[in-house]
C-alpha cells in the first residue's frame, strides 16, 4: 500500500480533487476554474499526499531515470 491510514483521513477532510501520481509529481485537478481558496487547497492536497508517502516511496521516485 502506498497511501498511509493518515494520508486517507487527510484527504477525506478536504474537497475532492483528481489526484494524478507521476513520477514527476502529483497534481490535484477538478473541472471547471478553480478560486483562488480552491487552489490553496488543491495545494495543502498535494503537500500532504507528498508528505504522506512511505520514505522508500520518495527515494524510488528520485531514483528513477
Known sequence: DVLHVRTIE???AYPVFDLEMEREG????RSGRLSADEFAQAAEVVHGVIDGLPE???EQQRASP
Do not use: E, H, I
Open 10 to 12: 487527510f484527504l477525506m
Open 56 to 58: 522508500y516511496v520518495r
Open 26 to 29: 502529483v497534481l490535484a485537478k
